[in-house]
């Protein structure tokens, strides 16, 4: 019954910022190795942004230097602070969490927030 709930989403105009969360709805109850948010336009794949683990980050090209992720373990969130905003960063924005528990993989998806960059 765990669901990530994700907030933050709006319409921005190019160079502004916005910040984006998402929290599990209750204790998920298994161990996080992955925190990442993704993000998928209508002529695009769905492409990785940006994820973290307990001790590094990885960003995609695109958006190093202008979006930052971190989490908070006591809360089982995720953010992403997106600064400098472009509109090719124009996309649904998608939560993930990667978890194990007894050797097996436990994944969570968010339900999307939409993030629109536009004068």
């Known amino acids: 019954q765990v669901q990530l709930v994700e907030s933050g989403g709006g319409l921005v105009q190019p160079g502004g910022s916005l910040r984006l969360s998402c929290a599990a709805s209750?204790?998920?109850?298994?161990?996080?190795?992955?925190m990442a948010w993704f993000r998928q336009s209508p002529g695009s794949q769905r492409e990785l942004v940006a994820s973290?683990?307990?001790?590094?980050?990885n960003y995609a090209d695109s958006v190093k230097d202008r979006f930052t992720i971190s989490r908070d373990n006591v809360k089982e969130a995720v953010y992403l602070q997106m600064n400098n905003l472009k509109p090719e960063d124009t996309a649904v924005y998608y939560c993930?969490?990667?978890?194990?528990?007894?050797?097996?993989?436990?994944?969570?998806w968010g339900q999307g927030t939409q993030v629109t960059v536009s004068s």
């Open positions: 993930y969490v990667d978890t194990t528990f007894l050797g097996s993989q436990i994944f969570f």
């Open positions: 209750r204790n998920i109850g298994a161990k996080i190795v992955t």
């Open positions: 973290i683990t307990s001790e590094r980050t």
